[in-house]
C-alpha cells in the first residue's frame, strides 16, 4: 500500500522542457527527505536531486546545475522535479525515493518509485 509513483516523463527535443511528479500513495512525504535518481541504458543508478522535508535545503549533480529544479508541495503530496534545456545525455528511467532525515542512496533508501522514461532524442 505504502508506494511512490513518478509521471511526466516522455520524448522532448534537445532543449526541451519535462516536469516530473513524484506522489506518495498510503503515506505522508511530510516527514521525508525526497531524491530523484535515474538510470540511463546501461549505466549505474545516479543521483540527480535532493530535497529536505522542509523544502529549505536542496542539493543538485553537477550535471544538472542551472537546468533542473526539484520542488515540493507537501499539502499535495507531491514532489516535482522541472527538467529545462533537456540533452541526449540526459534519457533515462527517472525515479524518485523517500528516505527519512537525510537524503536518499542507491543502498539506503526507505521507498521508491517504479520509475517514468524520459526521451531526449530530435
Known amino acids: 500500500q505504502l508506494q511512490l509513483v513518478e509521471s511526466g516523463g516522455g520524448l522532448v527535443q534537445p532543449g526541451g522542457s519535462l516536469r516530473l511528479s513524484c506522489a506518495a500513495s498510503?503515506?505522508?512525504?511530510?516527514?521525508?527527505?525526497i531524491g530523484w535518481f535515474r538510470r540511463a541504458p546501461g549505466k549505474e543508478l545516479e543521483g540527480v536531486s535532493c530535497i529536505s522535508s522542509s523544502g529549505d535545503s536542496i542539493n543538485y549533480a553537477d550535471s544538472v546545475k542551472g537546468r533542473f529544479t526539484i520542488s515540493r508541495d507537501n499539502a499535495k503530496n507531491t514532489v516535482y522535479l522541472q527538467m529545462n534545456s533537456l540533452k541526449p545525455e540526459d534519457t533515462a528511467v527517472y525515479y524518485c525515493a523517500a528516505r527519512s532525515i537525510r537524503c536518499p542512496t542507491v543502498v539506503a533508501t526507505n521507498y521508491w518509485g517504479q520509475g517514468t522514461q524520459v526521451t531526449v532524442s530530435s
Open positions: 498510503g503515506f505522508t512525504l511530510n516527514y521525508y527527505t
